[in-house]
């Protein structure tokens, strides 16, 4: 278990990671808000244009990126589908005349099958998604004979709903990417230290982020350990019969059921153990503690810094206007 | 007055049944002292008592003249730092430097100072190639190392091992009780929990606990002269020091003995 990798970080040398995490998460914020305030599908393709460039700035791999998309695709294509479907405002631009027939059944359920086979075998499940539903799309539009199932109905794209669905998706794009970034090139460490700085003045209204932080950071420091013992009881409960990956789905809640309780129960043994060992080393929660690992501003993030007011000063300038 | 003073120390988890029952001890400054015990005897409570960890109902602990209370705990713990059994519990650090900065943080040690020290005790427990390292990829005896090098980076002067080798292969074992003896040679105070015989016959002195009592503590050569002191407490002395307690005390046998003693030491 020595290859777990907690958050997306990556060892790096780029720009972006030698900027101070507050100042990436303050940049990564205030861009954010610029993207809401952008309005028209030209700002947006600017804004999109941006966001590549400062990859190509930060020399991250784009591909890294789009990796990091992956499990936000499904929702990506979700809203788009959904958008193109029910927004039915402005002028039409696609009517398509679709039919209903016993060879459309017939086709469809083969198409679904040969996708489904062809995604256990295929490495680009996503090319073959869109191949799958252009092919059903075809099939509605073509496949005008045999006996008829429902009368044939139009299928309409209005402006507007390509419009607004592309804009939730572009404006989606640019936020992964953008805490992409971030979290791709930001330690988990020293993003919780960047944070609890920055959360620092809450402590007025009660909130302590030090000890925040602390607790995020212990966690953090402690998946591996856990996902090790997950491991053993596993196997410790593999060895007495349990099954955890076939069997009823009731029973696989038994199974689960005798893997969470010895979990905790060791989760808290351990977590007793770790707060002797912190007292016995002088911590005293609430107190005062210096750190070893300090953050710096330097002159590269101040620059950053303005850079990112600039642009959302440039967004509201827009918004305005 | 001895560096650590305990004086009539009882200690019950639920009032019914004493864990630690009038202990008495004093221990001097740069002893190494072994202690000894079946399952429940009391060692870890006693050790758990020392660092304040747990507040006995009576009797009281002094450490350099300093009384254990709510007061004095704080500055008690700089002086006395405490190495548990299972290495993964006792790391908190995200790295190994975040590890042995932990204590300093806490008494507020200025950064340059600790960067100073952590290269000065990563360097005398060898792990300064480990630094930035995450604990899931040390061993347990590198662990239990990092958790030594905190310790001297508080400057703390008493190291407790609650069963510190217990949980480790014999390679780690053997190297760890190495650095214990160098820590000895620098002068530190060493209390050594332990289940093994062998790893006490190292120390100066041996404590034997039993049910929560002081059952012996005496000189390590002296103590396992008594057999009867380990077989009453459920321990077993290693087969050469048996083999030499059962040559009488024959003039003859006099040079076999001295040999088996040897023997029994040098492990």
Redesign the interface.
Known sequence: MKSIIIGQYIPGKGLFYRLDPRTKIIAVLLIMISVFLLETIEQLLIGLATAIVLLLIGKISILKVIKGLKPIMILLIFTFIFQIILNREGETIVSQQMYFTGYTLLLLILAFIVWRILNKLVKYRFTLFFLFAAGVFLILSYVDFGPKIAEPFTFNIYRAGLEMSFFVVVRLLIIITLSTVLTLTTKPTDLTQGLEKLMHPMKKIGFDSESFALIISISLRYIPTIFDEANKIMLAQASRGADFSEGKLKDKLRQVISLLVPMFIIAFMRSEELANAMESRNFVPGEKRTRINELYFSHRDIIATIFSFLILALAIVLKVM | MSYIEIKNLTFSYNEKTNVLEDVNLEINKGEWIAVLGHNGSGKSTLA?TL???LEPQKGEISIDGLVMNDEFA?EI??KI??V?Q?P???????TV??DI???????????EE??EK?SFYAEKVNMLNFLDS????LSGGQKQRVAIA??LA?QSDIIIFDEATSMLDPFSREELIKYIKTLHQDGLTIIMITHDINEALLADRILVMNKGKVYAFEDTEEIMKKKSIFTDSHLELPVSLDLANALTDNQEYKEIREKLWEYALMK
């Open positions: 758990k660092v304040g960890l704080y713990r700089k730092g405490i548990f299972n993964d519990n006792q790391f908190v650090g995200v430097r975040d900065a932990f204590g300093m943080e806490n008494l507020c040690v200025p950064r600790m960067l952590i995450e604990p899931a990829n905190g310790i508080m």
